[in-house]
């Protein structure tokens, strides 16, 4: 017996959630790149920040934005 059936809707879900954070990194970071582009004084401003967000270890940070957030694409609605 086969567990497809039991499989395509978690795969669904599970692909629309890659896609909707993709489009919200494309949607904030190409602004924000043009924007910090445009002004050196605010790329020199923010640069430290985006550099130690990226030197922080994303399963460091995993359970602490579980904590805040919550479990699920929408959830800790306000």
Request: net charge neutral; no cysteine; proline share 9%.
């Amino acid at each position: 017996m086969t567990k497809a059936p039991l499989i395509w809707p978690h795969a669904l879900a599970t692909a629309i959630e890659i896609i909707l954070g993709i489009a919200l990194a494309l949607v904030t970071s190409i602004p924000l790149a043009i924007f910090m582009f445009a002004r050196p004084g605010i790329e020199k401003g923010l640069a430290p920040f985006l550099v130690a967000s990226q030197a922080v270890p994303v399963f460091a940070l995993a359970p602490l934005l579980v904590i805040w957030l919550g479990y699920g694409i929408w959830s800790n609605e306000w």
